[in-house]
């Protein structure tokens, strides 16, 4: 076939997109050494030859002087921005004493780390668990996927769950956002295919977001209240014995005590109206028409965990699946990994003999404050674990490409958090805003400037390769050369004198049923696809699907879902509820600063309701103060009907309104996570973004 | 008779206003390009009855285009297939095109001359344009009209526009 010009002798590498946590294999394109030209990898069942907007915009890094390219010291006050640049060499030598010192003086675990699950983070948690010996290692999941990978863990025993949208005939879609937030572009042609075949969308949200303008239905709900509904559907469910009889009855475990439970809280549909605002009708038909279509599928994330009361509202959604059979068969909710993560799991890139592993003599931040079924520790209540030194002094951070500072609730707080340490560490591509409050910051690689292994998100299981298709600029080294560094000047470079990358990625694929050169060869391995597993029985307690979860009970918390209304309810001086929501070309605090992007929408803005608007005197278009108990922004005002009223959702309210990371980054929009106070769900930990009520008026 | 006339097809009820195409045109026809396509969101009715629709859309290389006709330089020309291109050596930057186009297509880079999509006519038939490559929801199909017609049949769709000020110019459908 006919190559194009522009393409001609180009030399393609296999990547796996690092701009958001769900990890797309790529093809990159590298001609006269510059990046000319991305695309999904074809063979890949999750890309399909596709990529997001994100994906695309993100060449950019390739081209941006913003970036990082040599290791800085601070010699301002914290978050001045002031920095000298420094050699490699001192970099690590200042990191290792320091390393040394806050482990002698206060012990291993004042040492807390937090990354980015978007991968290559390997070398760096294994040195810091395995040899440094601090237990609190942490990743973004408290921001994002807490209360969905915990309600999973609890219910099914498995890691994840993928909704088969392409098989489905009815898909229920509750604060989750294929459209809005594309994330595997592979699941979002499902969505579209299960439609062109027929299949019933219905979206559950306050928003009529991008995922509920193309819905069937598009249910408006008051926000927070959403497991009402799903406790009121699977009354009716059961009431109307629209059940599958069989199902519950030899794969699950709990359902009569279900039945019970929401007989005796008298959860029924017209009780839920007065809660969600949405008719008992709509409610009972809703539940009717998706426990009568089979199969169907019935999934809830992030937008809709963002409250305090979401766990069980999780759990709920999830239920719809079990009450009605749909679970891990074609079309409905297929479990994939086991409660410790996806599978096959990867061993650690480099062995430490067992004497030599250091002791974990204090339980882990997330273990000491009682989170003992979240799969994370609440980020979010860091800044007051630093601050009051309680339940022991944390004193040093290390981030891997990761801004709490703008992408956690409570910004004011984490400021004098970040004030109150001894050291601080950051590794990134970027001068974040965290970074500014860093004593150190080392130039990290993007994701198409470095090796890598990890596994990718599927039914079945597998496992992503990744290489550079460039070196990474001026001085700046991928992290595992980083990791490296610090470790010799510490004493342990025995661990980290492979001879090539490939000596530790073959450590990492060690047993497993595939070779480095088969990966290399399509970037990827994927394994058979396992249906209805809960027939060998599942990794609960019981072996069951669990209804009535002995997980939830022997942690001290009902074992049955019930309803509370979430922590923050409006009120007369603020009398609207702030909930954000997201743009589809912007990735968390990762993607403003690429210009093409700031093009398209240069700053962010908030939805309110124009029966709202009016009585404000709010026109489309004019800035708005919205203020909240403890600060306030101003943003432009976006006057719709496509929103319930005395709601107000800024959107993507944590990605913009930066005031370091870019010249294009800086100075554009709002920032919203100044206004939330710090609220966490008690099982999962997961930031409850969402718990903020505000009042508004025009600027 | 077949048609070797290409055009672009965009399917209302698919497009999700993500800028893919937007974006994936850019870096393939040049990062500092202006953006070739123009992509807006209308909403219709009140809470809670509520509908948007969203539309992608760049030149659409009309059958009469307009703006050959308006170019007093002689600069836009259309080829066998049907692409209307413009020529930036005899471009004059008097911005006429874009008071007669109906789509708001011709943009203008820094050199102020009037740049617009190409259909991406540097890549081989086999290879999708970059929107068509790029759009994740297939909203965007392009091809020889016959099998445009083809597609909006399958997807039993219906053009909304077919005709502009008499002149047939477009596909784009409702569905």
């Known amino acids: 076939m006919e190559v194009p010009e522009k393409l001609k002798g180009a030399r393609v590498s296999r990547c796996v997109c690092g701009v958001c946590p769900f990890r797309c294999s790529i093809e990159a394109y590298v001609k006269d050494g510059k990046l000319i030209y991305t695309r999904g990898n074809p063979e890949n069942p999750n890309t399909m030859g596709k990529r997001c907007v994100k994906g695309f915009a993100s060449i950019w890094f390739a081209y941006d002087n913003d970036r990082l390219k040599y290791p800085l010291m601070r010699v301002g006050e914290r978050g001045e921005g002031k920095f000298k640049r420094i050699s490699w060499d001192e970099a690590f030598t200042i990191i290792a004493e320091k390393l040394k010192e806050i482990k002698e003086k206060y012990g291993p675990e004042a040492v807390v780390s937090l990354d ?58 509750w604060g989750k956002e294929p459209f809005e937030a594309p994330r595997i572009v592979g699941f979002l042609q499902g969505l579209m295919e299960a439609k062109d075949k027929g299949a019933k969308l219905v979206v559950v949200n306050p928003r009529l977001s991008k995922t509920a303008e193309k819905a069937d239905e598009w249910i408006p709900i008051r926000p927070g209240t959403d497991g009402a509904m799903a406790l009121a559907m699977a009354k009716t469910i059961i009431d109307e014995g629209l059940y599958d009889e069989d199902f519950v009855e030899n794969y699950c475990y709990g359902f009569d005590e279900f039945r019970k439970h929401l007989d005796e809280k008298g959860y029924t549909p017209e009780w839920a109206e007065g809660i969600t605002g949405v008719p008992a009708s709509t409610i009972r038909r809703i539940a009717r028409e998706f426990a009568t279509t089979k199969p169907a599928v019935s999934s809830a994330y992030h937008g809709f965990a963002c409250y305090t ?109 970040f004030k109150a340490l001894e050291f601080a560490v950051a590794i990134d591509i970027y001068l974040s805003e965290t970074a500014m409050y860093c004593d150190i910051v080392l130039p990290d690689a993007c994701y198409f400037e470095r090796y890598d292994i990890i596994q990718g998100f599927n039914h079945a ?46 450590n990492m694929i060690e047993g497993l049923p595939f070779t480095l050169e088969d990966l290399k060869k399509k970037g990827f391995w994927i394994g058979q696809p396992e249906y209805k597993k809960y027939e060998k029985g599942l990794k609960t307690p019981t072996g069951k699907i669990e209804v009535y979860s002995v997980l939830m009970e022997v942690s001290g918390f009902n074992p049955l879902p019930e309803y509370k ?35 398209i929408e240069s700053e962010n803005w908030a939805e309110i309701n124009s029966r709202d608007a009016e009585k404000y005197g709010i026109k489309n278009g004019d800035y708005i103060v919205i203020e909240s108990p403890i600060d306030s922004i101003t943003v432009k005002a976006k006057v719709t009907g496509g929103i319930v009223p005395g709601v107000i959702a800024v959107v993507h309210g944590f990605g913009f309104g930066h005031w370091g990371m870019g010249k294009v980054a800086k100075g554009r929009g709002a920032h919203i996570n100044r206004l939330i106070d710090t609220y966490v769900d008690p099982v999962s930990g997961t930031v409850a973004y969402n718990e903020c009520k505000v009042r508004v008026r025009k600027a | 008779m077949s048609s070797i006339r290409k055009g672009f097809f965009v399917d209302l009820d698919r497009c999700i206003k993500c800028h893919a195409c937007e974006i994936a045109c850019r870096i393939w026809n040049g990062i500092n390009v202006p953006s070739y396509r123009t992509i807006i969101e209308i909403e219709n009715g009140a809470y809670p009855f509520v509908e948007r629709t969203n539309v992608s859309i760049a030149c659409m290389h009309c059958e009469e285009a307009y703006c050959m006709a308006a170019c007093p330089a002689k600069a836009i020309y259309k080829r066998e297939d049907g692409v209307v291109l413009v020529d930036s050596e005899k471009c004059v930057g008097c911005r006429l095109c874009s008071w007669v186009c109906p789509f708001g297509a011709p943009k203008y880079g820094p050199d102020l001359k009037m740049q617009k999509c190409t259909f991406c006519n540097d890549r081989p038939d086999w290879m999708p344009r970059a929107c068509e490559e790029a759009c994740p929801t297939g909203a965007i199909v392009t091809g020889t009209i016959d099998y445009l017609e083809k597609v909006i049949k399958e997807r039993k769709a219906k053009r909304i526009i077919s005709q502009i000020r008499g002149r047939r110019a477009l596909l784009y459908i409702l569905p």
């Open chain 1, 309 to 417: 009361n979401a766990f069980d509202a999780m759990r709920a959604v999830l239920l719809l699946n079990v009450l009605t059979g749909n679970v891990d068969k074609p079309g409905g909710f297929l479990l994939t990994g086991t409660p410790e993560g996806l599978e096959p799991q990867l061993k650690p890139p480099f062995r430490v003999p067992e004497d030599k592993i250091a002791k974990i003599s204090k339980p882990s931040l997330r273990e000491a404050l009682g989170f003992h079924l979240a799969p994370d520790f609440p980020t979010a209540l860091l800044p007051k674990v630093i601050l009051e030194g309680n339940p022991y002094p944390v004193k040093a951070i290390i981030l891997s490409q990761v801004n709490p500072i703008m992408s956690d609730a409570n910004t004011k707080l984490w400021i004098e958090a």
């Open chain 1, 461 to 506: 299981p597998m496992i992503l390769y990744s290489e550079p298709a460039l070196p990474p600029p001026g001085e700046a080294k991928p992290i595992y050369e980083i990791v490296k560094g610090i470790a010799e000047k510490m004493g342990y470079g025995e661990y980290f004198n492979w001879k090539s990358e490939e000596d530790w990625m073959r």
């Open chain 1, 116 to 173: 980015h699950v978007q991968g290559c983070t390997w070398h760096y948690k294994c040195f810091l668990y395995y040899i440094y010996g601090t237990p609190n290692i942490y990743d973004h999941t408290a921001a994002c996927d807490g209360t969905f990978t915990t309600a999973c863990k609890v219910i099914f025993g498995s890691f994840w769950g993928i909704e088969d949208y392409v098989n489905s005939k009815y898909i229920l879609i």
């Open chain 1, 565 to 599: 209304p979430p922590s923050v309810i409006p009120d007369e001086k603020y009398p609207f509820r702030l909930i954000s929501a997201r743009m589809p070309f912007q990735s968390n605090v990762v993607t403003q600063n690429i210009p093409m992007l700031a093009d």
